[in-house]
């Protein structure tokens, strides 16, 4: 269309047919832009709450099933401070074969080490050095409560220490089901505590040594490891 100095000009309704909408012109944008993904891991307090409920609801369990068994989880429970020390003692062998497993991640090995890379990590990343703490102190007093205290108390009293102490350790490895190489280990480790129960005959002394063992652990993987990202927690 001429105007009166004729030049061309565009009517006003084919020069906004030619321009999208503010809005739409938005909308596409945001549609073009790369899409972040999405985090399918528990909030860390959930998975905090769970874990500690979970591993200390397995203290009253055990006194409930010792009850019932006739085997008390705690009747060779005593503070001595002599077998406090041995549990701290007997958690170095623990400690030395984990970072050697990281290290070298033999075979199976390296599916223990991705698990907890992939999905222990991240499930408990910043996570600060007393809920570790809390998470292992739970679980060192419920599940030794549960399997030296009554399983294999019991089992032992039924068909002798081997058997007791084979057949606890078993059940150890069955009941840590995230492959089958991390129940060997975990099975490994039951027979562990089950031999410095029998050794020491104070149930004190297994707690303190699987509390510590999970704490360093747990702090190593998350609190102590270099990482990329350099950032450091709070308590």
């Not at 769970?50 to 005593?78: I, K, Y």
């Not at 007997?90 to 074969?97: G, K, R, S, V």
């Not at 102490?165 to 039951?190: E, R």
């Not at 005959?201 to 704490?215: A, E, K, P, R, S």
Request: charge should be negative; aromatic fraction near 10%; include cysteine.
């Amino acid at each position: 269309m001429k105007d009166e100095g004729g030049s061309f000009s565009l009517p006003v309704g084919t020069l906004a047919q030619m321009t999208p909408p503010r809005e739409k012109q938005e909308y596409v944008m945001e549609e073009d832009l790369p899409e972040e993904p999405e985090d399918d891991h528990p909030k860390r307090e959930v998975i905090i709450i769970f874990a500690v409920f979970f591993e200390a609801g397995l203290a009253p369990l055990s006194l409930v099933l010792g009850w019932l068994l006739g085997h008390p989880p705690l009747a060779q429970f005593e503070w001595k401070m002599q077998d406090a020390v041995w549990g701290v003692v007997a958690t170095i062998p623990l400690i030395l074969m984990f970072l050697a497993m990281l290290r070298w991640p033999i075979g199976p090995l390296a599916r223990v080490k991705k698990f907890c890379d992939l999905e222990v990590v991240p499930l408990l990343d910043k996570s600060t050095w007393s809920e570790l703490a809390l998470i292992s102190l739970s679980a060192g007093v419920g599940e030794e409560m549960l399997f030296r205290g009554v399983l294999q108390g019991s089992l032992t009293s039924w068909l002798g220490v081997t058997w007791g102490l084979s057949l606890a350790s078993l059940l150890f490895g069955l009941l840590h089901p995230i492959s089958v190489p991390y129940m060997v280990i975990a099975g490994f480790l039951g027979l562990y505590l089950g031999t410095v129960w029998i050794l020491g005959g104070n149930l004190l002394t297994v707690m303190i040594t699987h509390g510590l063992y999970d704490f360093a652990a747990l702090a190593y993987l998350i609190r102590i490891r270099p990482t990329d990202g350099g950032d450091t927690h709070s308590f």
